[in-house]
């Protein structure tokens, strides 16, 4: 047994298993807010959630972008399958264009260079696909059709292959939208995401 897991560790570094991962326990964060009875979820995003933090603690502005304080698929949105989702984003930088595209999950070494609104999924993507300004916000509409993995992810030039993403899953069975942040994936000394 102990010589599988060792396996499935190395299988899973070397991005063979991506489906395996250690993550924490799923929780519902203040910005996600379900109903059950009408098979609705809202989720609040905001990228570069934590740009004030970390120039606070560093003095300095890093590359990391983020939503909500998470990117690189620290963490994982779940909703319900065919329940409504209404997405509110905002872009909280202070200098840069963002934007929200639900994506199919891409490997790092086939990221493309930007995202167009022929990438999104379902159609989900805030207009325009290259970024709105600061400080503004657009709403997303749609219904989460299909079972499966996707990313939210940023289209504007290299932010996805730069780690402007976070995981979206789509599951049969389940009662509510809740977030899994996958600390394994999330170095300590980063300012934590949007509780």
Not at 29 to 41: E, F, L, S
Not at 174 to 187: N, R, T
Request: with cysteine; proline share 6%; net charge negative.
């Amino acid at each position: 047994m102990a010589r599988f897991a060792h396996l499935a560790l190395l299988a899973f570094a070397l991005g063979l298993l991506p489906q395996i991962a250690l993550a924490g326990e799923p929780f519902v964060p203040g910005w996600i807010k379900n109903d059950p009875a009408a098979k609705t979820v809202a989720i609040e995003i905001v990228a570069d959630w934590n740009q004030v933090e970390r120039y606070r603690r560093d003095n300095i502005r890093t590359d990391i972008i983020d939503f909500n304080g998470y990117w690189g698929g620290n963490l994982t949105i779940m909703v319900p399958a065919k329940w409504s989702v209404q997405i509110e984003f905002i872009n909280g930088s202070s200098s840069f264009r963002h934007s929200l595209m639900v994506t199919r999950v891409y490997a790092q070494s086939e990221m493309p260079v930007k995202l167009t609104a022929k990438d999104a999924i379902w159609g989900v993507y805030t207009d325009p696909p290259a970024g709105i300004k600061t400080n503004e916000m657009r709403q997303l509409n749609f219904v989460a059709q299909q079972a499966g993995n996707y990313f939210l992810a940023c289209a504007r030039q290299t932010h996805l292959m730069d780690g402007h993403w976070i995981g979206f899953e789509v599951r049969d069975n389940l009662e509510q939208a809740v977030a899994i942040v996958h600390d394994d994936k999330f170095p300590q000394e980063q300012p934590p995401g949007r509780p």
